[in-house]
Nanobody
Framework: QVQPVESGGGLVQAGESLRLSCAAS????????MGWYRQAPGKQRERVAT???????NYRDAVKGRFTISRDNAKNTVYLQMNGLKPEDTAVYYC???????????????WGQGTQVTVSS
């Protein structure tokens, strides 16, 4: 289990870019699959992207081609590069360890405070 801390959120205009960072600590980071989730007001929390220890990535359809998840194991950090931001991307973004079993994705540990991303039109 890792203890991630998110940062990098802010206010941007539609079409602009933002890079979120997730600094992890605790259990060995390099062997963990990590994911970015987000939750908009009045909506359920949803998975945005995941990245395995081997660098295999998966994305929610709504962000494909716009967002890129990456990791730097030497820095125990996961990133989410968000390009072409849209107002519907507005949400609190969270980073968390994930695990999979029989096609099901599970989160590991507790949710942190996240970082707010607000995109204006």
């Amino acid at each position: 289990q890792v203890q991630p801390v998110e940062s990098g959120g802010g206010l941007v205009q539609a079409g602009e870019s933002l890079r979120l960072s997730c600094a992890a600590s605790g259990s060995i980071f390099s062997s963990k699959t990590m994911g970015w989730y987000r939750q908009a007001p009045g909506k359920q929390r949803e998975r945005v992207a995941t990245i395995t220890s081997g660098g295999v990535t998966n994305y929610r359809d709504a962000v494909k081609g716009r967002f890129t998840i990456s990791r730097d194991n030497a820095k125990n950090t996961v990133y989410l590069q968000m390009n072409g931001l849209k107002p519907e991307d507005t949400a609190v973004y969270y980073c968390i360890e994930v695990a999979t079993s029989s096609g099901t994705v599970y989160t590991v540990g507790s949710w942190g405070q996240g970082t707010q991303v607000t995109v204006s039109s």
